[in-house]
């Protein structure tokens, strides 16, 4: 696929650093205890199974598939919603007690204070809250994303409150909710006290149709049952940099530091890391990769993991990262600005300087020629059947016994009107 809106940001990789997790050593393992969800949101990738609930004992049985197979950091608890999960506390509980973070990712509609104390006791890390404007959330519905930063505050502040606990929010980012993307990272970094990090996800949809084959081991399925596929012929092609040059549009010194690539094209950019340094008044700048760098490999060092989600208290410790300007160029401006500016207000000093991050996700892409290129080094990887599967296509094995294969029933080449019949991806 290629970008169709204006004209998109070129992002060099080779300048980037390139995140070393890979398939056995990642940051993150992607736990899905439930397929049941409370909301109905547009580019869902499952579908919502009100019987879809693990016991216990499955997701104990996940959690040692990823402790044979997978070395991390951070376990996603994702689902569905795994807020609806009646045994929500034990499940993070269980994954804290083998030494890893509990992450959950939810829409945030299933808590309250109540559980939110409970699950800070049993030792969670951090929360995701999804949040976008095609949710079709109740009281929310005609909202845009400038109006949801009320909710995206609401719980800010309601998980800030307990303490000691991780705060970030995602959004699937569609062709005509683009423009507001510079608006949420605005907000974010107003309340980069209580907001560790904002994803923005560019929005996929597979399609059925055209001169197509979809097999799985040989047999044609039937592709359009799954949840993330469509009959529209509408192409979806938002690219991660497309999203940067929204971005750049507000805050033209915006500059990821760190990528994953696609597993079919080595030089698309799936996943984009940029990190921020600053304080609630003031954006000091955006680190490079050399800090990126040593933070991933300084933790994996002392720790045999690389890192995942971070605490508040160590995301408040942006001042440490000024000592990286010996190594990193891009953080030489930011303690210039940084040392200059508590020059002339020095009461500021009491304040710390934090640390906050920027995410931009390109899902699988799927080229005309039936290739699909997804995550290479995917953190949110999950469990099927006692193996490491896609989390985003998680559907297709569940429904078909494996992955589907897209292949072209034919094709002309050259201009020379010779068909060509396919018989393999």
């Not at 197979?69 to 376990?75: A, E, F, K, S």
């Not at 500059?255 to 921020?276: I, R, V």
């Not at 508590?342 to 300087?353: H, I, T």
């Not at 996700?361 to 995917?378: K, L, T």
């Amino acid at each position: 696929m290629s970008a169709t809106l204006d004209q998109p940001t070129v992002v060099d990789h080779r300048e980037l650093y390139r995140l070393p997790w890979s398939l056995p050593d990642n940051a993150i393992a992607w736990l899905e205890p439930t397929a049941k969800c409370n909301l109905a949101c547009l580019g869902c990738y499952r579908e919502n199974d009100p019987r879809g609930h693990k016991t216990l004992d499955q997701v104990r049985s996940d959690l040692e598939v990823f402790k044979r197979y997978r070395n991390v950091d951070g376990i996603s608890i994702a689902g569905g919603d795994p807020l609806v999960h009646p045994r929500i506390v034990d499940i993070v509980a269980m994954v804290a007690a083998e030494g890893l973070k509990p992450i959950i990712n939810t829409n945030g509609l299933a808590l309250t204070e109540d559980l939110l104390r409970e699950l800070k006791g049993a030792g969670v890390a951090a929360f995701t809250f999804h949040i976008d404007s095609k949710q079709n959330r109740p009281g929310w519905k005609t909202s845009n994303e400038i109006e949801l930063c009320e909710l995206r505050q609401h719980y800010a502040q309601m998980v800030a409150s307990v303490g000691g606990v991780g705060c970030s929010f995602n959004a699937t980012v569609y062709e005509d909710t683009l423009q507001y993307v510079p608006d949420v990272v605005q907000w974010a970094q107003r309340n980069i006290d209580i907001v560790s990090t904002v994803v923005f996800i560019a929005f996929r949809s597979g399609v059925v149709g055209g001169d197509f084959e979809y097999q799985v081991q040989g047999r044609t399925v039937d592709f359009g049952a799954v949840p993330y596929v469509s009959e529209d012929q509408t192409p979806h092609e938002l690219q991660s940099t497309d999203i940067v040059a929204e971005i750049r549009r507000r805050f033209p010194d915006f500059q990821p530091a760190a990528y994953l690539n696609g597993s079919d094209q080595p030089d698309t950019l799936k996943w984009l890391l940029t990190g921020h340094l600053g304080t609630r008044e003031r954006s000091y700048g955006y680190v490079g990769p050399r800090s990126m760098e040593l933070v991933q490999t300084v933790h994996h060092l002392a720790t045999g993991r690389y890192l995942a989600y971070t605490s508040p208290r160590m995301l408040g410790r942006g001042r440490g990262m000024l000592l990286f300007s010996m190594i990193d160029r891009a953080v030489r401006p930011i303690a210039k600005r940084y040392a200059a500016d508590m020059l002339r207000r020095p009461w500021r000093l009491r304040e710390p300087l934090r640390f906050q991050s920027v995410m931009i996700i390109q899902p699988a892409d799927i080229y005309a020629d039936g290739h699909q290129n997804m995550c290479d080094g995917c953190p949110d990887m999950t469990v099927w059947n006692g193996k490491l599967v896609w989390s985003c296509r998680m559907e297709e094995p569940e429904r078909f016994g494996d992955f589907v294969q897209i292949i072209p029933r034919s094709r002309e080449q050259d201009g020379e009107g010779v068909l060509e019949v396919s018989g393999s991806n």
